[in-house]
């Protein structure tokens, strides 16, 4: 049986994953909302201000009556922020005003507290004259009702809330998260930071998927590992399609014994193939529960690169983030490919080209960190020279 290409495995998954783009926005409170995603364009309901007051500790005046300085006012009273509707101003007198506060009907101007001389509680001198409009904040000029002041898939920052919360917002429509649960498999995984027994290897990829599927927007609602018991995988799995929208496996998918997420999605029509690609060949996909699950091969940079190359964009989208555009850039040295398979090489930007850090083992976990891309290399291409441009594959979630 030949080998799925990559591009109608892509297909594939991006249907299995349709529902996740359909999942109802959610109304958070303004105060639990930073770091979500906008669903929609959020208009300004008021002008902000919302109503004409001072920028200024001084004193309310119309421009006219201090035209000629100094010139000495009497002063009506003090007139502080949130002190309710303002008084009307009458022409040759002042108030003492607060920053915030809100102008006098017929006051055009402020006159800044460093501006005056011989302040009493009755009558200020003003040594200086202001143009109408001087450190007075119009309303409106900020923003007017009606007017965008959040654009649509902005993730949430402490100065978006803040001008949500001065336009009156109690609350903010968001993408949903699409919710993940990850359950590895293999009786030789244990946790980090336990005694190793011979044979036994350390869990890193329920790690690498959790920590995937957050970065790209996703709500991680459980990471399990199983033992090769079938009993303990269905018991996980049952769980996990009862809390989430989308389900990652990783091992057990291959031709070898043992093979406990095969062995349990085949009879529920899972199906199981390979994919035309390298790291990352043995590939599943299923519905469970109304869940769709995407089982992925066990090697760890088999496990990110199917991922990257298979679920990221889809939850990238689902979760209301924009796509992770590829780059051309320049070989820095000649490199070989396997024919027959679409290589995706851990590579390094390198000024402005690319350069392989590891070979093609799909075990190679430490050297994947050095990796800040996938180099995309197609199917039929066995030899590039150095400075041939090639598809590469950023991998940080927030480039």
Avoid at 78 to 96: E, I, Q
Avoid at 110 to 133: F, L, M, Q, W, Y
Avoid at 186 to 204: C, F, M
């Amino acid at each position: 049986m030949s080998a799925r290409s990559v591009e109608d495995h892509q297909e594939h998954v991006s249907g299995l994953l349709a529902a996740l783009h359909t999942l109802a926005p959610t109304a958070l409170p303004l105060t639990e909302a930073l770091g979500s995603i906008v669903s929609a364009d959020v208009t300004s309901p008021v002008d902000l201000p919302l109503f004409r007051n001072s920028q200024m500790d001084g004193y309310a005046v119309d421009a006219e009556s201090v035209r000629n300085t100094p010139a000495t006012l009497a002063v009506r009273g003090v007139l502080a922020a949130g002190s309710g509707t303002p008084p009307k101003h009458l022409v040759g007198s002042a108030f003492r005003i607060m920053t915030g506060a809100p102008m006098p009907e017929g006051a055009d101007t402020v006159i800044p507290v460093e501006d005056t001389t011989g302040v009493s509680k009755h009558a200020v001198t003003i040594n200086r004259g202001r143009a109408a409009g001087e450190f007075v904040r119009e309303r409106g000029s900020d923003i007017t009702a009606g007017m965008l002041l959040v654009r649509e898939g902005t993730r949430l920052e402490p100065r978006h809330i803040a001008a949500l919360a001065a336009v009156g917002a109690a609350t903010v429509i968001t993408y949903t998260p699409p919710r993940v649960a990850v359950i590895t498999t293999g009786a030789e995984l244990k946790s980090a930071g336990t005694q190793l027994n011979p044979g036994e290897i350390y869990d890193s990829n329920g790690p690498a998927l959790a920590s995937l599927a957050r970065a790209n927007g996703a709500d991680v609602v459980s990471i399990a590992r199983s033992t090769d018991d079938p009993d303990v995988f269905r018991e996980l799995l049952s769980y996990a399609t009862s809390v989430a929208d989308l389900v990652f496996t990783s091992g057990g998918v291959s031709m070898g014994d043992f093979e406990v997420v095969k062995e349990t999605l085949q009879p529920l029509g899972a199906a199981f193939g390979h994919v035309a690609m390298q790291p990352g060949g043995p590939q599943g996909s299923a519905v469970v529960n109304e869940v769709p699950i995407l089982s992925f091969p066990g090697n760890p940079v088999s496990t990110m690169v199917s991922f990257e190359v298979f679920a990221r964009e889809n939850i990238r989208r689902a979760a209301g983030l924009p796509p992770i555009a590829s780059e051309r850039r320049p070989l820095t040295a000649a490199l070989r490919s396997i024919p027959g398979k679409r290589q995706f090489l851990r590579g390094r930007r390198s000024g402005d080209g690319v350069e392989p850090v590891s070979g093609t083992g799909s075990h190679l976990v430490a050297m994947m960190a050095w990796a800040d891309v996938l180099l995309d290399i197609p199917a039929d291409v066995t030899e590039l020279d150095a400075g041939t441009p090639v598809s590469v594959i950023p991998l940080s979630a927030w480039n």
